[in-house]
């Protein structure tokens, strides 16, 4: 069993940065592809970014490439998502989520079934 809980989320206005983290505790970190997801009122939960196990590959929704960037640091069990250039659509609940493997490729979406253990999540708010 895998206990993520993620942190770092606020109230930013427009053009302004805020980095996620997420630490992920109860087994092998380096064992699990790590993601970010988020979900705004009345829409589908999104697939923002993904990296692989010791960060080989990472994933980027075309909406935040440019202005996001994914890292982790498997000493620390934690996983970034720094993010910059905020804009009021980035507005969302984020949720960190651990899978073992994707049955997508990395250069397509994340499928959310992959991902087995999810946080809490961390409300981002973005003030025009």
């Known amino acids: 069993q895998v206990q993520v809980v993620e942190s770092g989320g606020g109230l930013v206005q427009a053009g302004g940065s805020l980095t996620l983290s997420c630490t992920a505790s109860g087994s092998t970190f380096d064992d699990y592809i790590m993601g970010w997801f988020r979900q705004a009122p009345g829409k589908e939960r999104e697939g923002v970014s993904c990296?692989?196990?010791?960060?080989?590959?990472?994933y980027y929704a075309d909406s935040v490439k440019g202005r996001f960037t994914i890292s982790r640091d498997n000493r620390k069990n934690t996983v970034y998502l720094q993010m910059n250039s905020l804009k009021p659509e980035d507005t969302a609940m984020y949720y960190c989520?651990?899978?073992?493997?994707?049955?997508?490729?990395?250069?397509?979406?994340?499928?959310?079934?992959?991902?087995?253990?999810w946080g809490q999540g961390t409300q981002v708010t973005v003030s025009s």
């Open positions: 990296i692989s196990w010791i960060g080989r590959n990472t």
């Open positions: 989520a651990a899978a073992l493997a994707l049955t997508t490729d990395w250069g397509t979406p994340p499928a959310s079934a992959d991902f087995h253990y």
